[in-house]
């Protein structure tokens, strides 16, 4: 997959070299997009927002806003997290399926 400063993500064919399909991320562009081993993904983008999507790229959660533009989504390890590093230094940590924080750091010192 491929994130775009249109707002898109496009997903790719690797063996026949062309686009498989795309879904339309964040309005502002997209600047980060992760996958899961169960086939979801994460992205985060200019818009602040962070998103789960599932395997069909149908959105299944957005979380709540950056404080300035996403630029990193990670799921954890297990999946079972989602993280979310904004252009401020912070990091934010959801439970992946309820979207509740389970924490919120920063990197300044």
């Known amino acids: 997959a491929s994130a775009g400063a249109d707002g898109k993500v496009m997903f790719w064919d690797t063996w026949k070299y062309k686009k498989a399909r795309e879904i339309s991320a964040h309005g502002n562009g997209v600047l980060s997009v992760d996958f899961a081993a169960n086939g979801e993904l994460v992205t ?53 399926a309820s979207g509740e924080r389970a924490a919120a750091l920063t990197t300044q010192p």
Request: charge should be negative.
């Open 44 to 96: 985060t983008g200019a818009d602040k927002l962070t998103k789960r999507w599932d395997a069909a790229g149908k959105e299944a959660k957005a979380y709540e806003a950056l404080p300035d533009w996403g630029y990193q989504a990670r799921f954890s390890g297990d999946g079972t997290l989602v993280l979310a590093g904004a252009w401020t230094g912070d990091v934010f940590v959801w439970n992946a």
